[in-house]
């Protein structure tokens, strides 16, 4: 099963950056899509943004679009999230996820379902 390790949390003024980095434990990570999600005190996981296996197909939540970035480098079996324009709202605890499929893309990848494995979690904090 891939080890997943995310890293690049922490605290953020209103408007401010982060840069979230999620590093994969095998080789095979090239061949999975990669999924960001966040979780905020009492509510549900929800869907952050996506990469295909290829990088050549990525899909945003509503809520990030047009100030998130996902990226990610195969040869560093890493995927990235720069977060832009950070508001209290994007508060919430990131977790990385790779997709249980292989060479696979498509917007089921916004469901948690779709994968197999999550990391353990970085906390993101943005005060006003």
Not at 62 to 80: E, H, P
Request: charged fraction near 15%; include cysteine; hydrophobic fraction near 35%.
């Amino acid at each position: 099963q891939v080890q997943l390790v995310e890293s690049g949390g922490g605290s953020a003024q209103a408007g401010g950056s982060l840069r979230l980095s999620c590093a994969a434990s095998e080789r095979t990570f090239s061949t999975h899509s990669m999924g960001w999600f966040r979780q905020a005190p009492g509510k549900e996981r929800e869907f952050v943004s996506v990469i295909s296996w290829n990088g050549l197909t990525t899909y945003y939540a509503d809520s990030v679009k047009g100030r998130f970035t996902i990226s990610r480098d195969n040869a560093m079996n890493t995927v990235f999230l720069q977060m832009n324009s950070l508001s209290p709202e994007d508060t919430a605890v990131y977790y990385c996820a790779v997709d249980s499929r292989v060479y696979a893309s498509g917007p089921y990848l916004k469901s948690p379902d779709a994968y197999a494995s999550w990391g353990q979690g970085t906390q993101v904090t943005v005060s006003s």
